[in-house]
């Protein structure tokens, strides 16, 4: 018998303050914190804008346009779930809506060798469990 560790990846523990991310990702709508009174998007969620110091906060879509900002390939699993999808790429990119918006995800379909700091990429979601659905990120068409 397999174990539920084997089959499915670790899974997320949504609260109040990122209920409303995990709604958009199973929606397949990449929500942002966006502060009302100054315009900057906040990642990840927290209570207060970290420019203008609000509590005027609220989720906004973003277009999934991105650059590569930084990358590793795993190389070994850290949960069973993992260790028939090595290697794998973890990555850091940075959305266009603004300067410093970073977003922890993995590149898929893009091989090791054609990966590069700063190239573009877009967004692609991805079914991983039932009911989790993850915004991952490959090479934008040219």
Known sequence: MTSKAAIYPPLPLPNEMTQFFWDGCQARKLMILRCKGCGRYIHYPRPVCNG?????LAPAEVSGE???YGYTVAMQAFHPYFADK?????A???LV??????LTTNI????????????????VWREVAPDLVLPM???AAS
């Open 108 to 123: 898929v379909d893009v091989p090791e060798a054609e990966l590069t700091t700063g190239m573009p990429v877009r967004l």
């Open 52 to 56: 203008c110091l609000s509590t005027d």
């Open 86 to 90: 090595l290697p794998y790429t973890l």
């Open 66 to 68: 991105a650059t590569l």
């Open 97 to 102: 809506e603004q300067a410093g918006l970073r």
């Open 137 to 139: 990120f490959t090479k």
């Open 92 to 94: 850091l990119v940075e």
